[in-house]
């Protein structure tokens, strides 16, 4: 041992050299000693080969069997051990009475005080030759690794313990992984139980499924931040009820809207849990239920046009870049020149007769589709204005779909019809986003102290072309308005400059609305990657994933104002990393 090193029992901490090992003793014994698992990459540093006993050449695999006590005697604890091979070095006790005492031979005794010696001549050596930094797999940083690979990386506990083999020959259990885990997802349960979550306005919920087991899911659509994050017996309103109620009973939780999908126990869950609130239906749901099943029919029809190119270039006689008129009229009575089967030109003519009206439908179908898409966003219309094109959207679909030759045409095009079944069932949620636009509308109104018309009115002024004949009426009517005294609480002096302001207002009560709940689909992709696909996820792995989302800086983003910065600082300011708060250690800086 170093001289600088006495193991004489008393109370004071020996450090020979800041953050490469320490030594602690406590009164009476050494309770509280902690050696330190020394990890040197440099090349330059030799271990001294009597340290070996492997004989293997493996450096880190002596530096983890001395430092770590990884031998006999596995009914005693590391604090015991330490003990032991502290007292007899110290030369005050014999090794039979310390043998006598914790209940074992001397021999024994006798090891660990040479494995003590080993460890501290590796000390002195590594001390001596390392200018640089030295990397010690002592308890916390094992159990910094444990956590951050499991989480991070979304590792298992076997992957853990086959790193740690790999890289470091050191043996870690599985049930000790699990225990790590286990100690560590309290503290993030604590630590997410202290957020006070009552300035969040806007909420998004969703649920995911793990091996059959539903995850709750819900998020601040302002600050991304990730509230709840649970896994639950069922996917009832009862559960969803429970879990919500405890959030706003123990965290202030209690959003104004929500955005949700049309499921029957995340909507009954959220109306008991918060009997006010406004729930929007998510519009991403209801335009994939509708594009799936039209993308169908383009498909089909997109199969036959392919075939009918492939016939095509099957009759290009040498020379010739497309079939021409001539050629068509050429190969109908049989003089076509080119060299090809009969077959084949029958097949083409047959295919000539059908491809224009498969391209119809085709195009048909898929401007239909950009056009729900188009109205399911905020474009300019109003509410009245966009169910009523939808509903017109549909009509056109049935009209498709019971059309007796698009049905021998094209034998899928029945899904037409479920789509449009769809959409229209969909149809009083698909424009909620609207309606919680207008609501927005009018508490604007109360605070410019205008009819809250103006505001509408500014939004419709963007669904047209300057110079179109509906927005030469829509300014007839604005002018109307805008210059009535009972559109005022009080008639502004100067009425362009107020209505400059109400047009700014409403363009910017449009880009804080939101219609799709994109931010939860995007939590719930992350989330599935560190879901087992055979044991699922359990409430540990969920706690500490929740809050690695919540603590995680945002590098790169399109929101310049994200950047940087944690959803857990940006809704309470705390920009504590992931480790800073389950360790409660600060980076060095």
């Given at each position: 041992m170093p001289e600088h090193c006495n193991a004489i029992p008393r109370t004071e901490s020996i450090d020979s050299k800041p953050g490469v090992?320490?030594?602690?003793?406590?009164?009476?014994?050494?309770?509280a000693a902690d050696l330190s698992v020394p990890f040197c990459a440099s090349p330059?540093?030799?271990?001294?080969?009597?340290?070996?006993?492997?004989?293997?050449?493996?450096?880190?695999?002596?530096?983890?069997?001395?430092?770590?006590?990884?031998?006999?005697?596995?009914?005693?604890?590391?604090?015991?051990?330490?003990?032991?091979?502290?007292?007899?070095?110290?030369?005050?006790?014999?090794?039979?009475?310390?043998?006598?005492?914790?209940?074992?031979?001397?021999?024994?005794?006798?090891?660990?005080?040479?494995?003590?010696?080993?460890?501290?001549?590796?000390?002195?050596?590594?001390?001596?030759?390392?200018?640089?930094?030295?990397?010690?797999?002592?308890?916390?940083?094992v159990e910094k690794m444990v956590i951050s690979l499991t989480t991070i990386c979304q590792a298992s506990g076997q992957d853990v313990e086959e790193y740690f083999s790999q890289v470091f020959n050191y043996s870690i259990s599985d049930s000790r992984v699990s225990n790590i885990r286990h100690k560590y997802a309290i503290k993030a349960a604590q630590a997410l139980s202290q957020v006070d979550l009552s300035g969040i306005e806007t909420g998004v919920h969703d649920e995911i499924?793990?091996?059959?087991?539903?995850?709750?899911?819900?998020?601040?659509?302002?600050?991304?931040?990730?509230?709840?994050?649970?896994?639950?017996?069922?996917?009832?309103?009862?559960?969803?009820?429970?879990?919500?109620?405890a959030l706003r009973d123990s965290q202030k939780?209690?959003?104004?809207?929500?955005?949700?999908?049309?499921?029957?126990?995340?909507?009954s869950g959220i109306k008991a849990a918060f009997p006010d609130i406004v729930q929007q239906i998510d519009v991403f749901h209801i335009l994939r239920e509708f594009g799936r099943e039209l993308s169908v029919v383009m498909r089909s029809c997109e199969k036959y046009l392919h075939e009918y190119l492939r016939l095509e270039r099957s009759l290009y006689p040498k020379g010739v870049r497309r079939i021409t008129p001539e050629i068509i009229k050429e190969i109908k009575t049989g003089e076509y020149p080119g060299k090809c089967h009969k077959q084949t030109a029958e097949k083409f003519l047959e295919m000539l007769n059908k491809i224009n009206a498969i391209l119809v439908i085709h195009d048909t179908v898929e401007y239909i589709c950009q056009m729900a898409r188009h109205l399911l966003d905020f474009t300019g219309y109003s509410a009245f204005v966009t169910t009523s094109l939808l509903k017109w959207l549909i009509r056109e679909l049935r009209t498709m779909a019971d059309n007796k030759t698009n049905k021998a045409l094209v034998p899928k095009i029945w899904h037409l019809n479920v789509a449009a079944s769809r959409l229209e069932k969909r149809l009083p949620h698909a424009t909620s986003f609207l309606t919680e636009l207008s609501r927005k509308f009018d508490r604007e109104a109360e605070k410019l102290g205008c009819s809250p018309e103006l505001l509408s009115l500014a939004y419709n002024l963007?669904?047209?072309?300057?110079?179109?004949?509906?927005?030469?009426?829509?300014?007839?009517?604005?002018?109307?308005?805008?210059?009535?005294?009972?559109?005022?609480?009080?008639?502004?002096?100067?009425?362009?400059?107020?209505?400059?302001?109400?047009a700014a207002a409403a363009l910017r009560l449009r880009d804080q609305s939101h219609r799709a709940s994109s931010l939860i689909e995007s939590i719930n992709s992350r989330i599935r990657a560190g879901i087992n696909d055979f044991r699922g996820m359990n409430q540990d792995q969920a706690d500490l994933l929740c809050l690695y989302f919540n603590t995680k800086k945002v590098r790169r983003t399109s929101k310049t104002k994200f950047s940087g910065t944690s959803p857990l600082s940006r809704l309470t300011g705390d920009s504590r990393s992931f480790l800073e708060i389950l360790f409660g250690q600060k980076k060095a800086a």
């Open positions: 090992y320490s030594l602690r003793f406590s009164d009476d014994s050494v309770s330059e540093v030799q271990l001294p080969a009597a340290a070996n006993d492997s004989g293997n050449g493996s450096d880190v695999s002596v530096v983890s069997d001395i430092a770590g006590f990884n031998f006999g005697g596995r009914r005693f604890s590391l604090k015991d051990r330490v003990t032991m091979a502290a007292l007899l070095q110290s030369k005050l006790v014999s090794a039979d009475d310390i043998a006598r005492k914790f209940g074992c031979t001397p021999q024994y005794v006798y090891s660990l005080r040479n494995k003590t010696e080993k460890y501290w001549e590796l000390m002195a050596m590594l001390d001596a030759q390392c200018d640089h930094p030295v990397f010690f797999l002592d308890r916390d940083t499924y793990a091996c059959g087991q539903p995850i709750f899911g819900g998020a601040d659509i302002k600050t991304h931040y990730i509230y709840l994050f649970k896994i639950a017996n069922d996917a009832s309103g009862a559960s969803w009820k429970e879990h919500l109620s939780l209690n959003p104004e809207v929500t955005i949700n999908d049309a499921g029957k126990g995340l909507m963007t669904a047209y072309h300057e110079g179109s004949w509906h927005t030469k009426k829509l300014i007839r009517r604005l002018e109307k308005v805008l210059y009535d005294p009972e559109s005022w609480t009080v008639m502004p002096e100067d009425i362009p400059d107020k209505w400059d302001e109400i």
